[in-house]
């Protein structure tokens, strides 16, 4: 009876110590498997990551425009009387930036500021009814092009007998409005070489001038030509001037590929919802609205 006593307590040891190493091992085994597991799920998350964005300041979108190109951007009165800015380019700006999960700061400056800002780097777009002139390529990138259009010249309805055509632009008695640095200016130069050529910094002060007179007409992008003269009847969208750089992009702080591509991106994503063709026809609206300009540093009402 002792020898099988001690036979049994022999037996439930050795099952003792069995059992006991199977449970170190499996939980072994479940650990490695977890620590597998987590280095998996940690790999992939580093994969999918998205890389991040170099801008002039973390986390905005900063944005250089130059608010006297409706329907481009330009500045409209609220309900308040408050000036605002809009625009098509300043609602595709809104849509960039919340591509890119950026907060938007909108910058707003003369016209030939914007290029000088991309240029020094302190801006990361510039957004003011841009064409891709390859002389501007060595301060900005330009993204695709996003809307086209074509280009006017525009005189008073009591001249407009006078052009007939461009070569009637071209006499030296004429004084003949452009914006400072714009592709208008270079069309005037190309087009009325003997007139007197007046290159003023923002769009609404041509339409000053033409209005009073003292320009006899000027060259300005047609819908915004057209724009002006729904707000202004004694202005008339004269004559049609070909251009074969038609259309209007935005200008990325030069070698900044990654935002370049990002840009791209939500610009087609843009026209593929027809987001664009939404930011136009809101932009044609507001603008034929209660607007303001700046005078002397003062945004008054137009």
């Known amino acids: 009876m002792k020898k099988i006593i001690a036979l049994l307590l022999t037996l439930c040891l050795v099952f003792a110590l069995t059992a006991c190493g199977g449970t170190n091992n499996d939980t072994q085994g479940d650990a490695q498997?977890?620590?597998?597991?987590?280095?998996?799920?940690?790999?992939?998350?580093?994969?999918?990551?998205?890389?991040?964005?170099?801008?002039?300041?973390e986390?905005?979108?900063?944005v250089a425009t130059s608010p006297d190109f409706a329907p481009y951007e330009f500045y409209t009165l609220d309900e308040n009387g408050t000036p605002t800015l809009a625009g098509f380019e300043l609602a595709l700006a809104?849509?960039?930036?919340?591509?890119?999960?950026?907060?938007?700061?909108?910058?707003?400056?003369?016209?030939?500021?914007?290029?000088?800002?991309?240029?020094?780097?302190t801006v990361d777009l510039g957004m003011a009814g841009y064409s891709p002139k390859p002389e501007r390529e060595t301060i900005m990138d330009f993204s695709e092009i996003f809307?086209?259009?074509?280009?006017?010249?525009?005189?008073?309805?009591?001249?407009?007998?006078?052009?007939?055509?461009?070569?009637d632009t071209?006499?030296?008695?004429?004084?003949?409005?452009?914006?400072?640095?714009?592709?208008?200016?270079?069309?005037?130069k190309e087009n009325s070489p003997d007139a007197d050529l007046v290159e003023l910094t923002k769009v609404t002060d041509i339409i000053a001038e033409?209005?009073?007179?003292?320009?006899?007409?000027?060259?300005?992008?047609?819908?915004?030509?057209?724009?002006?003269?729904?707000?202004?009847?004694?202005?008339?969208?004269?004559?049609?001037v070909p251009y074969d750089q038609e259309g209007s992009v935005v200008g990325?702080?030069?070698?900044?590929?990654?935002?370049?591509?990002v840009v791209n991106e939500a610009i087609a994503a843009a026209k593929a919802d027809g987001s664009i063709d939404k930011f136009i026809a809101e932009a044609n609206i507001q603008s034929e609205g209660?607007?303001?300009?700046?005078?002397?540093?003062?945004?008054?009402?137009?």
């Open 210 to 240: 033409l209005l009073t007179g003292k320009i006899d007409g000027a060259y300005i992008e047609t819908v915004v030509a057209e724009n002006y003269a729904k707000n202004y009847p004694e202005l008339c969208v004269a004559l049609e």
């Open 170 to 188: 071209n006499k030296a008695e004429y004084q003949i409005g452009a914006q400072i640095g714009s592709i208008q200016a270079d069309l005037a």
């Open 94 to 121: 809104q849509y960039i930036a919340d591509y890119a999960g950026l907060e938007l700061e909108i910058i707003a400056m003369d016209f030939d500021g914007t290029m000088t800002e991309l240029g020094n780097k």
């Open 33 to 57: 498997t977890d620590t597998t597991q987590n280095q998996t799920q940690g790999d992939t998350a580093t994969d999918t990551q998205e890389p991040k964005l170099t801008t002039v300041t």
């Open 290 to 302: 209660d607007t303001a300009i700046l005078v002397d540093g003062e945004i008054v009402a137009d």
């Open 59 to 62: 986390g905005k979108l900063t």
């Open 252 to 261: 990325v702080s030069k070698g900044n590929a990654e935002l370049l591509a």
């Open 147 to 167: 809307y086209s259009g074509g280009q006017s010249f525009v005189c008073l309805k009591d001249n407009a007998a006078n052009f007939a055509s461009l070569a």
